[in-house]
DNA sequence: AACTTGTTTTTTATGGATAATGATCAGACC
DNA sequence: GGTCTGATCATTATCCATAAAAAACAAGTT
């Protein structure tokens, strides 16, 4: 049976809210809630009956006022909000990379459904979709086969890298001056400036903006394949370096180091200069990830 | 209930080795057998069972006899030899390049599967499988979006495609003299000159051809991304063209002579005169390709 | 007429069942 | 000991069922 992760994810949104009327006023229509919560109406209809139920909110015919402030109690825990193909997501991940599957592992839909508990067929979707990852392999009627994460999947992760991003960076210092994206990308430099001041107690809040920095770049000269590549990307760093901190400071700060160079030389317009801080930087990051596998 | 697509392929596979053989002499082990086949030996055992209530071969107490030769009737029919995922992506492309999907139409689970007359779960499957194509989308709980056949997908899909192959001809060009890569690459001189000769009769052979010949060129320095990347390619020509004959003739032509080119500048080993050839096929490529579009 | 909410229909996400296939175990043969 | 076949067990490919979510329809309000 489907669960109704929707519903209580669209719940604990509503509660943000209602936290921001006071008691008594009227809520939004059911439709424009819809559109604020970003599902359909038959589960805002499910979520305002909930909190109807609860005495939060109450319901009139063709009106609802709050009742009181719903509090934080009232949340469904976290885990429950999410689908149960993105807790297959993390499970596999925390199984490809802290459980001991090394190079070679086969992978058994059954055994994995088993130990997840879930259905085969969730497993089967999932394993689908992850294929594009590089990391497995389908033997038809047999399984799959988990590759490893390893040097070798570093290295040919980094030659594709290296390709789009030297690629989006010229094409990124051709467009005019009048372009947007020259002021998008001082205030990125901004927010490298500050994290970098604040290095010790943020270091965290890099991944993102790193994310965010290469996508900025990448969407100069939209490409479907560069973008489907950037999930990878997103991917390894996402979870490896989850579970991965060694050096994570000195790392982070290293590569906003790197990325401010390329910010420069992007405003150069100097082609040879941006090749040169583009690859400086990705040949950087590469041996970072090859020195974590070893 | 699962199909048995597996025992018809083998089945008939198992028809041209019995065809090599002459009444009265003895079988392979099942083993053998199952390594010529490429399946399980339990499928192995269904095949020999199937030969034997037809009287085709005389099982005794270990050991097999041929007892006449099977005709060509015995076969099963090509379509009962495909998997209903192999189906299914035979289907979708005939609905999506031929049926009238334009950009923007919504794909239905539910309603392809009743089309094709399967379940929705084989539908979802093949749907996430062929996401990495680039011509369709997800909306989570909400189905998937046809992107089209477009020209944008078209100058993406060819954008990539430079960068891969440019990368891969610099690199072949680079191999050593005593690589046997430069054998193979006269074999394939040869085999192009051939069918130049032949093309009024051969013309069709040669998708066949180029796909070998891009391959052999990519092979030089594995990257599975870019491997990945090769099967985006095959899809569209294959099944575009499949269904788009127009000038078929001419078109090859042009490209055999393009090969030609390539290959001479590959064995010169003059990156510019590689650079420059390379670019001028794929360039003729892209606009075959757009034009087959409009 | 544009927006509401109430109701019904359709579709998706997930679990479960089963025949076909693959993998494994156990004697038999040489 | 290695290879063969017979028998059993495990896994995959496929279909089907169902609650949750989305979409479509209908009628009431302003």
Redesign the interface.
């Known amino acids: 049976m489907r669960t109704d992760t929707?519903f209580k994810r669209a719940f604990n949104d509503m509660i943000d809210i209602l936290r921001t009327l006071d008691p008594g006023e009227e809520l939004p229509s059911e439709n424009a809630l819809r559109a604020q919560l970003g599902v359909?109406r038959t589960t805002v209809r499910k979520v305002l009956a909930g909190m109807s139920a609860r005495g939060i909110i109450i319901s009139d015919v063709h009106r609802r006022i709050v009742h009181e402030q719903p509090s934080q109690i009232d949340r469904y825990p976290q885990e429950e909000t999410l689908a149960i193909s993105e807790q297959v997501e993390t499970s596999f991940m925390e199984w490809m990379l802290r459980g001991g599957a090394c190079p070679g592992t086969e992978i058994n839909e059954t055994e994995l459904g088993r130990k997840f508990g879930v259905a085969t067929?969730i497993i089967?979707?999932f394993l689908?979709?992850f294929?594009?990852y590089?990391l497995i392999e389908k033997r038809p009627?047999a399984g799959w086969v988990f590759?490893g994460f390893t040097a070798s999947?570093a290295l040919?992760?980094f030659?594709?890298r290296e390709?789009?991003e030297m690629?989006s960076a010229r094409l990124f210092a051709g467009l005019p001056d009048s372009s947007p994206v020259w002021k998008q990308i001082q205030s990125m430099r901004a927010a490298h400036l500050e994290l970098l001041a604040d290095i010790d107690s943020r270091f965290q809040d890099f991944s993102e903006l790193d994310s965010r920095f290469h996508r900025l770049i990448g969407a100069v000269a939209?490409?479907?394949?560069?973008e489907?590549?950037q999930d990878?990307i997103a991917m390894v760093f996402h979870y490896h370096y989850q579970w991965n901190k060694r050096d994570e400071r000195a790392r982070n700060e290293v590569a906003i180091g790197e990325h401010l160079a390329l910010i420069e030389a992007l405003e150069s317009r100097d082609i040879a200069l941006i090749d040169r801080a583009c690859r400086l930087h990705l040949t950087s990051a590469r041996e970072t990830l090859l020195h974590s596998i070893a």
């Open positions: 929707t359909s067929t089967r979707e689908n979709r294929q594009k590089g009627n590759k999947f040919e992760l030659e594709i390709m789009f690629r939209p490409n479907r394949f560069i489907s590549f990878v």
